[in-house]
T-cell receptor, first 110, second 114 residues
Framework: KQEVTQIPAALSVPEGENLVLNCSFT??????LQWFRQDPGKGLTSLLL?????REQTSGRLNASLDKSSGRSTLYIAASQPGDSATYLC?????????FGKGNQVVVIP | SQTIHQWPATLVQPVGSPLSLECTVE??????LYWYRQAAGRGLQLLFY??????ISSEVPQNLSASRPQDRQFILSSKKLLLSDSGFYLC?????????????FGEGSRLTVL
């Protein structure tokens, strides 16, 4: 059974710093990995999708990397802004299943 | 472009009352549809999954049921709510088969059972 871990559960950074969020998974036989953003009381917004054959994906200030062999993905957010404050979740698909981490709750301090 | 709508956004119901949450997808056809529940500190739990009209797979035995009366409509129901049914319910869709495609979520429905 795939297990997805996101540590730390919560973190605060000053505005302007780069954010680094980690996602680890136990089964490297994955189909893809997806990063989401969730604002309080809202649904999940898809940020980036990395296929298993890819090493990274970029969108604006966001960059996500994938290392299947070590079971890790990292989401980088450059030059963080207060508007980046949210919970970030990763989800790993494989074996006809999708497993979610519990998220990293991020606060960017102005 | 594709959009997903969920309603109601907030619902407060007494124990033993019925439930109906609705979800519709626009701008695509034959999507995979999902109902998730999100509880504080417990992450997302897949409740139901559908690949087509009338085709529902249940992930967790529970007090809830789902139906797909139309291609882009997914309904979550209960005949008698329990306190433990309180939570944040999320509808999602994907294009790809096998529950491995990119997921797109609705805005969620907050259910409080009193």
């Amino acid at each position: 059974k795939q297990e997805v871990t996101q540590i730390p559960a919560a973190l605060s950074v000053p505005e302007g710093e780069n954010l680094v969020l980690n996602c680890s998974f136990t089964d490297s036989a994955i189909y893809n990995l997806q990063w989401f953003r969730q604002d309080p009381g809202k649904g999940l917004t898809s940020l980036l999708l990395i296929q298993s054959s890819q090493r990274e994906q970029t969108s604006g200030r966001l960059n996500a990397s994938l290392d299947k062999s070590s079971g890790r993905s990292t989401l980088y957010i450059a030059a963080s802004q207060p508007g980046d404050s949210a919970t970030y979740l990763c989800a790993v698909s494989g074996n006809n299943r999708l497993a979610f981490g519990k998220g990293n709750q991020v606060v960017v301090i102005p | 472009s594709q959009t997903i709508h969920q309603w109601p956004a907030t619902l407060v119901q007494p124990v033993g009352s019925p439930l109906s949450l609705e979800c519709t997808v626009e701008g695509t056809s034959n999507p995979n549809l999902y109902w998730y529940r999100q509880a504080a500190g417990r992450g997302l739990q897949l409740l139901f999954y559908s690949v087509g009209i009338g085709q529902i797979s249940s992930e967790v035995p529970q007090n809830l049921s789902a139906s797909r009366p139309q291609d882009r409509q997914f309904i979550l129901s209960s005949k008698k709510l329990l306190l433990s049914d309180s939570g944040f319910y999320l509808c999602a869709w994907s294009r790809d088969r096998g529950r491995t495609g990119e997921l797109f979520f609705g805005e969620g429905s907050r259910l409080t059972v009193l």
